[in-house]
């Protein structure tokens, strides 16, 4: 036991000169090694290109007649035309406006797939100083458990003590040890997790302390900004300047095209050659296109909206339940420095005005406030690391 308790120490003391010791740190590291960040970046790259696409002039059209003349007395006829055709001029600057559109929809899915990557890693980041700081405190349980198992052992073989109580001794050792064991699988699990996020480059975490972290005093003033830097609300304002952008261009599309070009035409002895000019009046190929534009204009204002209400609601819930758990954390705190008697039993175990067992509960409820006060500090920033989520 002593050897594997060395061994998770100096593996620890390893750790802590190699490792990524806080939060922001290992968050440069992932948005950096993120394979799925990297290939999303590629995607938004190629859906920026794609968006130019289809704006500009159609493709002019050339066309050659030769014609054979029958009786070959008139001789052959050759003909030539080149045009050009266009939409209504004010088409193109909506075209380019709703394609710059969507590139920043584009940036702005990226920066939301981001966000989320930061949210997930910072949850399990804190999930690790949790399982990093109940690992010291395990191992130091381990030992204590270790000195006691020792001592009974001695006294029982002294006949100084029963079995009941040497057997105490060894069970408590037992379910300390195992509880270690525990807790390193689970970290061990963590930090896989966590390389998986950094791209498989091995992230080790050591922080087994939380960084004290200010709760917005003013959260109307607090919400105003964070609802400015959503993206998910950008992307939404950008989709509803494209829709009414959209119905610019469906009227300019409703308007007549212009087509012109040039001509010629050869026979025998005689050549014609000149401009050419047409129009396409679009009667039904765009009906029904400024309506729909326009209804669904309404309907992304009415989704834009909603989401600003759900979202409200929810940054305020998260705000007062990060309150809510500050004022938990500080009243353990505070409790566990007025209340901690641990030094006190152990003195009153030696002297035998207690029995190990008695020990044993109070020492268990001690180190059970202590793990209750990890667990709130834990929720408490993870319920803050969402609520900064878009800050």
Not at 82 to 109: G, R
């Amino acid at each position: 036991m002593k050897r594997i308790i060395l061994i998770i120490c100096i593996s620890a003391l390893s750790y802590h000169l190699f490792a990524q010791n806080t939060v922001d740190q290992v968050l440069t590291e992932v948005e950096k090694n993120n394979t799925m960040l990297v290939a999303f970046r590629k995607s938004v790259d190629a859906e920026k290109i794609g968006n130019k696409t289809g704006i500009y002039l159609q493709n002019p059209e050339v066309a050659f007649n030769y014609l054979w003349g029958s009786p070959s007395a008139i001789g052959n006829r050759t003909d030539f035309s080149i045009s050009q055709t266009f939409d209504f001029p004010t088409a193109y600057s909506f075209k380019n406006q709703i394609s710059d559109l969507k590139n920043e929809q584009a940036e702005l899915e990226y920066q939301k797939q981001l966000m989320d990557i930061r949210l997930k890693t910072s949850l399990i980041c804190f999930d690790l100083i949790y399982a990093n700081a109940l690992q010291e405190k395990l191992i130091k349980r381990v030992e204590y458990a270790q000195s006691i198992a020792k001592s009974y052992q001695l006294k029982f073989e002294a006949g100084e003590t029963n079995i009941l109580e040497y057997n105490k001794a060894q069970l408590n050792l037992l379910n300390v040890s195992k509880e270690l064991e525990s807790i390193g699988i689970e970290r061990n699990a963590l930090l896989a997790e966590l390389t998986g996020l950094n791209g498989g480059q091995t992230v080790d975490f050591s922080s087994s302390v939380f960084q004290i972290t200010a709760i917005p005093a003013d959260f109307e003033q607090w919400y105003v900004l964070a609802e400015q830097k959503n993206p998910t609300f950008r992307w939404l304002k950008k989709e509803i300047e494209i829709s009414q952008k959209q119905t610019g261009l469906n009227r300019a599309m409703s308007l007549p095209k212009l087509q012109t070009g040039y001509m010629s035409e050869s026979v025998v002895g005689q050549q014609f050659q000149g401009m050419t000019v047409g129009l396409t009046v679009p009667l039904w190929e765009n009906k029904n296109k400024v309506k729909y534009a326009e209804a669904n204009s309404q309907a992304l204002e009415s989704i834009d909206a909603d989401n600003k209400i759900q979202f409200y609601n929810h940054l305020k819930g998260l705000h007062t339940k990060t309150i809510a758990l500050h004022k938990n954390v500080n009243e353990y705190q505070s409790g566990l420095l007025a209340y901690n008697s641990s030094e006190l039993s152990k003195k009153a175990l030696d002297q035998g005005e207690i029995s190990l067992i008695d020990f044993l509960m109070e020492f268990s409820l001690y180190y059970e406030s202590i793990n209750k006060l990890l667990e709130l500090e834990r929720d408490m920033h993870k319920t803050m690391a969402e609520l900064n989520r878009y800050m």
